[in-house]
């Protein structure tokens, strides 16, 4: 069983008939870092706040489970739901708005420790210093007694990362942890993770635009678009063996400039059928239905009409 | 005659035991048309110095010249601020949250009365499909937008007055490639078009490598080396830029984890060290980096470093 299992996600705009998100699934293991990767846009946020159970207003949930051991973490029925506070925390893409603008920093990771992990007023404050030291901000005690606008971008995401650590969640969510940092410092809350991987044998979904980041952190890989899941794999599968048209069209952005005399086609979220049938050159008649995911190797899944038509022709 | 040249700017926050000096020092200049690339640490207080470049904060000592005009409480003018506009690095800080992506492209061009108004719309159009979003997002506020779309808004809702400088304070490290390769595409068509000039403040260094024609590399609050950027890239001199040029991670699998972690902590800036502010953590420090602080100096090839092992070796 893994750690977590999101399957059948769909999310979508209330009172629109496009879903945002259809049929999402992955899992994360324990012990092991899950990216999550596609374009700005794709749905990367929004899966993750669905796990969380924290859509947006105006955002619903349609269908689709996500489990924790096997326990259902949203359910139709609030009620019927236990979820524990240090079961998954999220570190947000714009932390300086997740941030409590009111209250200084070490405070708010205080606040965290003495809910989440149960501490007293006292040790919570010492340890909030000592892991604002450990995500290699100088002067951890200064910036312990400022205010989010008081600190630098990097500096919140940082006081993010620091909370979200020392928590020590079941499943930690990191949407783009590093966006506002340095790739120095980037390559330091890189060996925190893995560290929190190693020691608590926790999982973690690691949302990102960068390939590199990816190549990096990450076991395993799912690849989004337009809310639909392209491919999902081990990296090194999906990174040297990618049976998905999207997937070889993202890796090919990496080297190609982008030539703006292109028209380049934005999502379009009301397409019935596959997501990137609008830009995908091989497109055909299967595609204007939506496809799903299939095992095209152990472990590695893609949703793509063509390799189920080269089986289909392979097998006649 | 630079666009904008800067001398000696300071700016310190906060008083006694929490003050803190976030820009020690700084010169530069930026040349109509000209990108500069600004990168440096988290911290090191890239963000500060653009602020106090636009006009949003006083600085606490030295000049700003502005086409060869001293600003000194002149830079609440609307001139000013038609000319010098700022991409926050924080979307939610450039963008109103109540107001629509349509009207808020609109808005400046409104108050600052640069374009007749049969042509915003037209205006508005043109600007979206270089931003690479469709008329759709227009109604949206930026609630309904994603990160790397709330981004893009501001990028253009900058652009649209035609200033002659923009800051840029992170524009493209929350999107992706394929966007990124547009918004790049954008600036400089804009570039081109306008002579606009351009300070890019960014970790991505790919990015920054694409489009600066030069590099500054900021340290605890100075500029610690600054050079076309070919030259930064492919011949670092201070040894904090190679350090950081090290950590970049690459795509390669069989390559993870070559990066160099520099030894030691960053300093607090409210407690910067006697003699060079890199000490700590240089693999090059010798006796004189502790007593004295190494200036920036130049090479004579338009390269300019502060540090004692390049300028000064013996
Ligand atoms: N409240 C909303 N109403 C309607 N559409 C929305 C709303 N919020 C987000 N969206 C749309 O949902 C899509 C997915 O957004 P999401 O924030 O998940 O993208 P993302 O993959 O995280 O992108 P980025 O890398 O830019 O952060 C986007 O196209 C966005 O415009
Ligand atoms: N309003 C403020 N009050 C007090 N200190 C501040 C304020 N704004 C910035 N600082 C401090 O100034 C220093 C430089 O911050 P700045 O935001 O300029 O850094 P930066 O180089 O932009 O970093 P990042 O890459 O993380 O965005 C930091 O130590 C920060 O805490
Ligand atoms: S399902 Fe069809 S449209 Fe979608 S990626 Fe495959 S071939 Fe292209
Ligand atoms: S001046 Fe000395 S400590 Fe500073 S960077 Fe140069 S060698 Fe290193
Ligand atoms: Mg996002
Ligand atoms: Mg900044």
Redesign the interface.
Known sequence: MSLLEVSGLTVGVEHSPHALLRDVDFTVEAGQIMGLV????SGK??SALAIMDLL?A?IERRAGTVRLDGRDLVAQDRETVDRNANDMTMIF??P??ALNPTMRVGRQIGRALEINQDMGRAAARSRATEMLNHV????AD?VA?AYPH??????C??VMIAMALACRPRVLIAD?PT??????????IF?LINDLVEETGCGVLFIT?????I??MCDRVTVLYGGQVMETGD??QV??DSRHPYTQF?FD??V?????SV??K?VNFALQGCRFGHRCPYAFDACAEFPLLREVDTGHLTSCFLHQKENALGSA | MALLEVRDLHKS?GHGR?L?PAVRGVDLEVDRGETLGL?????CG???LGRVVVGLQEPSSGAIYFDGELLDGKMSRPEYRRRVQMVF????QSLNRRMRVDTTLAEPLRLLKVAPRDEVAGRIDEVM??V???PDYLKRRP???????QQ?IAIARALMPGPDLVVL??PT??????????I???LR?IQEEQDVAYVFIS?D?STVRRIADRVAVMYLGRIVEIAPTEQVFKDPQHPYTK??LS???????DN??S?I??AG???????VPVGCSFQDRCPLVHERCGLEEPRLVSLGDGRKVECFAVTDPN
């Open positions: 596609g374009e700005s846009g946020t929004m947006p105006g893409q714009h300086r708005s290699g901000i100088p002067g200064r007694r008081q600190l630098s971008g990097g500096m995401q940082r783009e966006t506002a940092l340095d790739v120095t410092i980037q390559a330091q060996d635009h960068d390939l590199g980041a190549a990096e990296v090194r990174f040297t993202l952005a990496v190609r400039e982008a030539d703006p028209e380049e934005d | 926050f929490t803190t990168v440096g640490e988290s911290g890239k963000t500060t690095q924080h979307p939610a499909r270089l690479g979003m469709g609630g309904q937008l994603s990160g790397g779309q893009r304070d992170e490290s929350s999107l992706d490639q394929s966007v990124r390769g547009r790049i595409a954008l068509s970790h260094l350090a950081l950590a970049v991670p690459s795509m390669d699998l993870r984890g990066r972690i520099l902590e960053t300093p607090s800036p409210s407690d």
